[in-house]
């Protein structure tokens, strides 16, 4: 499995997958969608002026949010509460 791209327009149930070459332009997640299609774009925290993308982790002994930076390469991420 790997990180993919929707395409928008005619056939936009296709997706493609993001490569090297794709990082090295900072292409930036505009939109991402849990299952049920809420919004997990937030500014809970902004990388490089980019809202982030928000997941809320839970384990047996604590929960919080993750922020996870939206530009396609960077491994920059915010715990909050956790």
Excluded at 18 to 40: A, K, M, W, Y
Aim: charged share 20%; net charge neutral.
């Amino acid at each position: 499995m790997g990180i993919f791209q929707r395409l928008t327009g005619a056939g936009s149930d296709k997706r493609r997958t993001i490569t090297e070459r794709d990082q090295e332009q900072n292409i930036v997640v505009e939109e991402c969608f849990c299952p049920n299609g809420h919004s997990l774009i937030t500014q809970q925290a902004v990388f490089a002026s980019y809202p982030g993308i928000t997941l809320a982790l839970k384990n047996e002994q604590q929960s919080g949010l993750l922020s996870l930076s939206p530009i396609i390469g960077d491994r920059s991420r915010s715990f909050f509460n956790f």
